[in-house]
């Protein structure tokens, strides 16, 4: 099993910067794709980044020129600096690693921006 803890969240004013961390631990031999995904009450999950083993990333147009998706591959770690924050990205935030093709998910740290 792989566990992932997100951190980081919280609340910030339009215009300022959050930092997302989240770390996986347990049964882990190598993590291939790491991710950030986000989910409003009610709406389906949507992709906001995602980066791969040797540093490949993707971003959704919404995002893209804001946020920066990195990973440190000695802890396990994957990040997401959010800048630029506008109040449509308050929701819940949701880590991914995908291990050995199966898919593992955080329970999710909810960032909010105020206007």
């Known amino acids: 099993q792989v566990q992932l803890v997100e951190s980081g969240g919280g609340l910030v004013q339009s215009g300022g910067s959050l930092r997302l961390s989240c770390a996986a631990s347990?049964?882990?031999?190598?993590?291939?794709?790491m991710g950030w995904y986000r989910q409003a009450p009610g709406k389906k999950r949507e992709l906001v980044a995602i980066i791969s083993s040797d540093g490949y990333t993707y971003y959704a147009d919404s995002v893209k020129g804001r946020f920066t998706i990195s990973r440190d591959n000695a802890k396990n770690t994957v990040y997401l600096q959010m800048n630029s924050l506008k109040p449509e990205d308050t929701t819940v935030y949701i880590c991914?690693?995908?291990?050995?093709?199966?898919?593992?998910w955080g329970k999710g740290i909810l960032v909010t921006v105020s206007s």
């Open positions: 347990g049964s882990i031999f190598s993590i291939n794709n």
């Open positions: 991914s690693a995908r291990v050995k093709d199966v898919d593992y």
